[in-house]
């Protein structure tokens, strides 16, 4: 005999259906990796006032600007290091003489250019050799520097300016309203910061439009985007933030071993962030894991 299934009956078992489904996509989402660092090495202290990390894709190695002791002063004591991802040194003073303190680093069309107290200095990757050095009028405190692949920009973070720097060497100041603006990363084309207010994404106009995405990671210095809503922040003092949409959450707190997180980088094939530890002269790489 056939058995015929009433409209009531239908719906209940759609119903029943569509409930696993909902409750499966709720486990899964509750099932996401907790972010968390893990310690994969530390080098030992040979840097001194270690500064920035910028992984170099095309070369696979690191480069590390040290000799911020005194990150204010011009005495010809800083260098560039390079360094295997594995930990390994390959050249502790790639380049050294007429750098100070050079803090942030970006890498444009086989060219390192190099943040040094109150000028951007020229490095070509190939020979090692500071071929040009471009004074900034009116620079305080240079800090970090990043690029969308086209042009560059810098920050002074005593200035409270944002720059925009041609290959040419042209310069000009995009945003005057960053007080204590240091990090800058790009991504997708649009420019990211850390400065007083937390992490800002300015708009991709021409006007530089800042809008804040982040107000609790405020006095960032280090910025690792890792896409367009998730980043990895550090503040000198000794934290390091996982920003995901609205979540933030602390991913390492050195500050009572007095170890500083200053610019952090980023070795995307391996997961590595990199961090010099400026005052500990050390440079160390952490395992992420999200």
């Not at 994404?201 to 990671?217: L, M, Q, R």
Request: hydrophobic share 40%; glycine share 10%; aromatic share 8%.
């Amino acid at each position: 005999m056939k058995q015929f299934l009433f409209p009531s009956v239908i719906a209940a078992a759609l119903c029943g259906c569509m409930g696993n489904q909902n409750q499966n996509a709720s486990d899964t989402a509750s099932a996401k990796t907790e972010p968390a660092l893990t310690l994969s090495w530390k080098t030992d202290t040979i840097f001194t006032g270690s500064e920035s990390a910028l992984y170099d894709a095309s070369a696979d190695v690191i480069y590390i600007s040290s000799g911020n002791t005194a990150s204010g002063e011009k005495d010809n004591d800083g260098f560039i290091s390079v360094v295997n991802t594995d930990g390994t040194i390959r050249d502790l003073k790639w380049v050294e003489g007429n750098l100070h303190a050079p803090k942030g680093m970006a890498l444009l069309n086989g060219k390192l250019y190099v943040t040094d107290i109150d000028a951007v200095k020229v490095i070509d990757v190939t020979t090692a050799a500071i071929e040009k050095t471009i004074p900034v009028e009116n620079a305080v405190f240079l800090n970090d520097m990043a690029t969308d692949g086209k042009q560059l920009y810098f920050s002074d973070s005593r200035g409270g300016i944002i720059y925009s720097l041609n290959v040419g060497g042209e310069y000009a100041a995009i945003n005057s309203e960053s007080k204590g603006v240091n990090g800058l990363e790009c991504h997708n084309g649009q420019l990211y910061s850390l400065d007083g207010e937390g992490l800002k994404k300015f708009s991709t106009d021409g006007n530089y439009t800042p809008e804040i995405i982040n107000a609790e990671v405020t006095g960032g210095d280090g910025l690792v985007i890792l896409n367009d809503t998730t980043f990895v922040a550090s503040r000198w003092h000794g934290e390091i933030f996982f920003i995901r949409g609205s979540e933030t959450t602390v991913l390492l707190d050195t500050q009572a071993e007095k170890s500083n997180t200053a610019d952090i980088g980023f070795v995307s094939g391996k997961n590595l962030v990199i961090v010099p530890t400026f005052l500990k002269n050390e440079v160390a790489a952490y395992q992420l894991s999200f």
